[in-house]
């Protein structure tokens, strides 16, 4: 099974800055990592899919990066809509579909 | 416009049974992998299990044996039939569609959830 580490836990910034988080895999993935952004009371939205392909409708400021191992969610500049949870997904080994533990990214 | 509407969530008594469906509209149901992935109160998602075309179905390790996904593409609706439910059980279910109609199983449309609670 893969296992997905996201990192920080929890990550606290103000609007208008750069957001980073990570998600490290146990065992490569090559390419074929997804990132969900979920609010309260809401199910999960796609937002990158394949490392750096962005969803439909998914606005500039996210982007995503990386293969094997080793994955990067940017957001540039903070919105204050942005503030969430966020959840990366592999789908290189599976079954078990995988999702790291979540990254809570709020408000400073 | 894709949509997914989940029902059939509630409280069960653990060893109980209950059967979750989503209707699905706005795409060729037939043609995508469909999964069902959950969310115990607080926590992160997990995913349950997945169909592919009519009878290729996984399981997670913590549902085998208990848990039975289906699907009907006269009535476009995914099933997961749910039995000897424990408290472990306890979650959000969620439906989703895959991205694409291959065996690429990220989902790019979810549904809006239905609680199930497994509790005496």
């Known amino acids: 099974e893969v296992v997905l580490t996201q990192s920080p836990a929890t990550l606290s910034l103000s609007p208008g800055e750069r957001a980073t988080l990570s998600c490290r895999a146990s065992?490569?993935?090559?390419?074929?990592l997804a990132w969900y952004q979920q609010k309260p009371g809401q199910a999960p939205r796609l937002l990158i899919y394949?490392?750096?392909n962005r969803a439909t409708g998914i606005p500039a400021r996210f982007s995503g990066s990386g293969s094997g191992t080793d994955f990067t969610l940017t957001i540039s500049s903070l919105e204050p809509e942005d503030f969430a949870v966020y959840y990366c997904q592999q789908r290189y080994s599976w079954p078990p579909i995988t999702f790291g533990q979540g990254t809570r990214l709020e408000i400073k | 416009e894709v949509q997914l509407l989940e029902s059939g969530g509630g409280l069960v008594r653990p060893g109980g049974s209950l059967r979750l469906s989503c209707a699905a509209s706005g795409f060729n149901f037939d043609n995508y992998p469909m999964t069902w992935v959950r969310q115990a109160p607080g926590k992160g998602l997990e995913w349950v299990s997945v169909?592919?075309?009519?009878?290729?179905?996984r399981y997670a390790d913590s549902v085998r044996g208990r848990f039975t996904i289906s699907r009907e593409s006269s009535k476009n609706t995914l099933w997961l039939q749910m039995d000897s439910l424990k408290a472990d059980d306890t979650a959000v279910y969620y439906c989703a569609k895959s991205r694409s109609g291959q065996m690429d199983v990220d989902f790019d449309s979810w549904g809006q959830g239905t609680l199930v609670t497994v509790s005496s």
């Open positions: 065992q490569s993935v090559h390419i074929y």
């Open positions: 394949d490392a750096s």
């Open positions: 169909i592919i075309g009519s009878d290729d179905r």
